[in-house]
């Protein structure tokens, strides 16, 4: 069993950065695909990115690219998220999750996912 635990959320202005970090426990890391997800009040939970278990390869959605990058650390068991030039529209709570994965697989649905963290949020003001 995979225990997550993000961390690094809070109020930020509208232009500026967070770093997530979503800390793992309980299970082999770098067996798992890792991603990020976030849902805001009265939306479905989306995608936000995910990273390959080597960490060599990543996917971001199209509403974060060029502005968010997903990164993981294997010796530390830690999967991050640095967000910048963050927009009200990021506002959310965000969530990581872990998958079993192939090596080189970069999974983007959510379903695919076995354990999730209980999130953190992140406030934008405008």
């Known amino acids: 069993q995979v225990q997550l635990i993000e961390s690094g959320g809070g109020l930020v202005q509208a232009g500026g950065s967070l770093r997530l970090s979503c800390a793992a426990s309980g299970g082999t890391f770098s067996s798992y695909g890792m991603g990020w997800f976030r849902q805001a009040p009265g939306k479905e939970r989306e995608f936000v990115a995910a990273?390959?278990?080597?960490?060599?390869?990543?996917s971001n959605a199209d509403s974060v690219k060029g502005r968010f990058t997903i990164s993981r650390d294997n010796a530390q068991n830690t999967v991050y998220l640095q967000m910048n030039s963050l927009k009200p529209d990021d506002a959310a709570v965000y969530y990581c999750?872990?998958?079993?994965?192939?090596?080189?697989?970069?999974?983007?649905?959510?379903?695919?996912?076995?354990?999730w963290g209980q999130g953190t949020e992140v406030t934008v003001s405008s």
């Open positions: 990273i390959s278990r080597s960490g060599h390869s990543t």
């Open positions: 999750a872990a998958a079993r994965v192939g090596y080189l697989t970069v999974e983007r649905r959510d379903f695919e996912y076995d354990y």
